[in-house]
């Protein structure tokens, strides 16, 4: 969603039933802070979905500007520098860092395109460790790899799953995409839900019925 307008309107839509928002690049480049403080005055949490990858300097100055807006997760992509700089910038602040494993979106054949040889779950764990060696609070994977970090990292580090569609929906993109209620027998401690939600012709049933579907596999 890239309508700041649009965005309020499901808010307000939603009110009640959902407490916490992505914030993603398009909306972002659209709303800017503003619609992130519009979001979080109605009582609401934020999580700021922009994926920094930059040189591990300016890295570190645009986390400390993201700390300053009081939002609850922020997603960071890199090596260990970059990771290291961004956890400096948050360290003593409310803010939560994710960073991202390996996009829903890619599988095996587009990890041998991108130069990766490695198994694409060894390429999960490899980054998922070195997060939680960092020092950030969790990690973006797909719901495949969800039971393998938790299993190996247990509370000690956030699984914040993508790639989320109700049974017999089509994957929009995602090559590793799983049911809400999956995801959550899997481990996952925070679902992405996005289209299911925002391409309903009724939103408000759309959240229902995903809830219903994690509350029976509980």
Same mark, same amino acid.
């Given at each position: ?6 965005? $309020?309107? &499901? ?12 914030? #993603?690049? *398009? ?17 609401? $949490? ?11 300097? /300016? ?7 993201? =700390? ?19 956890? +400096?910038?948050? $360290? ?5 860092? *994710?960073?991202?494993?390996? &996009? /829903? ?5 587009? &990890?041998?395109?991108? #130069? ?11 980054? =998922? +460790?070195? =997060? ?5 609070? #969790?990690? %973006? ?6 039971? #393998? ?6 509370? +000690?580090? &956030?699984?914040?799953? @993508? ?15 799983? /049911? @809400?209620?999956? /995801? %959550? ?10 289209? @299911?939600?925002?391409?309903? +012709?009724? @939103? ?15």
């Amino acid at each position: 969603m890239a309508d700041p307008t649009e965005a $309020r309107r &499901l808010v307000e839509r939603l009110e009640g039933q959902v407490k916490f928002y992505k914030v #993603g690049m *398009l909306l972002y480049l659209t709303g800017g802070s503003r619609i992130v403080r519009w979001i979080q005055d109605r009582g609401n $949490r934020v999580f700021l979905d922009l994926k920094f990858y930059d040189v591990p300097a /300016t890295v570190f100055q645009a986390v400390e500007q993201v =700390a300053r807006m009081g939002v609850t997760f922020l997603t960071v992509h890199g090596n260990r520098e970059i990771l290291e700089k961004a956890v +400096e910038a948050a $360290r003593g602040t409310g803010l939560k860092l *994710l960073a991202v494993t390996v &996009l /829903t979106s890619l599988d095996r054949s587009d &990890l041998i395109d991108l #130069g990766y040889p490695c198994p694409l779950e060894k390429l999960v764990l490899h980054r =998922a +460790e070195m =997060a939680w060696r960092l020092g950030c609070g #969790g990690v %973006i994977a797909s719901p495949w790899e969800a039971a #393998g970090i938790k299993g190996r990292f247990g509370e +000690e580090l &956030l699984v914040v799953t @993508p790639g989320i569609r109700p049974a017999g929906q089509a994957k929009g993109g995602h090559k590793r995409a799983s /049911t @809400p209620g999956e /995801t %959550i027998q899997a481990g996952a401690d925070y679902l992405v839900i996005g289209q @299911p939600i925002t391409g309903a +012709e009724d @939103p408000t049933a759309a959240v229902g019925e995903i809830i219903r579907d994690m509350e029976n596999c509980q």
